[in-house]
């Protein structure tokens, strides 16, 4: 039977692929190279890739190594297969549980996760990852350090949004980030595991920041895809929330409103220099 969870009850997969379009953008790739520490040749997976817009990003840059990717999902990776397809990129994505990967033993050099720990039990997470890695392979573990999360917001209408968002209330996404832990609890799980030299880093990822753009066309497509994004969410939140109906109208008008004044103050030369980022945790480990 097909397991279509999360795109249908947490975030649609294009939503997952698009919104993560800024932060995997070109600008930012030296960032995340930083972290993965890839050579070519070498045999990669990513465990619960969603789309597969990182595993299509390693592809373009690094052509000679063979990268995998699963995901749970079948709509995921149904839209990955086409998406890479489209871009005629060889990734290899299959549908797969992280507690049962499809793979031999000691296969990679590389296998990491991007907000994918923090939906499962450690030990669910870890132990076929361990299995798949080449004894001295690197585990590379990428999320988002919600606690310290600080993104400025956008005059009133950004509270008024969330006090929206916090009406809505929905069966069966219990699960989603249940098990969202200390870093420092990770790397002590890691080291249970025999995991040998690890590391704990934080990078702060900035994506939204129209008035420090030269091009004004680049600032005024950053303000329209930051409208989209939250639009796209918005709707895919009222419909998988049992009173969505209820705020509807409210809250589409606010996001609506928030765009036109964003984009009103801009072409008037007003400076916000508001921004958004993710700030992000990579714990990174040799087997
Ligand atoms: C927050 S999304 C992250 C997706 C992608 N890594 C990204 O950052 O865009 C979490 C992903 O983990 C997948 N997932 C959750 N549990 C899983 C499991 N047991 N096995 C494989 N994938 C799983 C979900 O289907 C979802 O695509």
Not at 71 to 85: L, R
Not at 209 to 217: A, C, E, G, I
Not at 219 to 228: G, L
Request: hydrophobic share 35%.
């Amino acid at each position: 039977m097909k397991n279509t969870f999360w795109s249908e009850k947490v975030q649609s997969t294009e939503l997952l692929y698009y919104s993560r379009a800024e932060k995997f953008n070109d600008e930012n790739k030296n960032l995340w190279f930083k972290y993965l520490k890839i050579k070519n040749g070498m045999k990669i997976l990513e465990v619960g890739c969603g789309g597969g817009l990182f595993t299509n990003m390693i592809k373009r840059y690094y052509p000679d190594c063979e990268v995998y990717g699963i995901d749970i999902d079948d709509n995921h990776i149904e839209f990955a297969k086409k998406k890479c397809k489209d871009l005629n990129l060889d990734v290899k994505y299959s549908v797969a549980d992280i507690n049962n990967l499809p793979f031999e033993d000691e296969m990679f050099d590389l296998v990491f996760s991007h907000t994918v720990v923090e939906h499962l039990p450690f030990d669910n997470f870890i132990k076929e990852q361990k299995r798949v890695l080449k004894t001295g392979g690197r585990i590379l573990i990428m999320r988002v350090d919600m606690i310290k999360k600080n993104d400025k917001p956008f005059m009133n209408l950004e509270e008024e949004i969330g006090e929206q968002f916090g009406k809505l209330e929905y069966n069966e996404r219990e699960a989603v980030a249940k098990y969202l832990e200390d870093p420092d609890l990770t790397m002590q799980r890691l080291n249970e595991y025999n995991f040998k030299n690890i590391k704990l880093n934080f990078e702060r990822i900035v994506y939204y920041s129209p008035d420090t753009q030269k091009n004004s066309k680049v600032a005024i497509s950053q303000i329209e895809r930051n409208y989209m994004t939250k639009l796209k969410n918005a709707l895919f939140c009222l419909e998988s929330a049992k009173n969505g109906v209820q705020i509807k109208e409210k809250l589409l008008n606010l996001l609506e409103n928030q765009y036109n004044e964003r984009l009103r103050l801009y072409k008037n030369k007003t400076k916000l220099y508001d921004f958004q980022s993710s700030n992000m945790i990579f714990i990174s480990a040799e087997k």
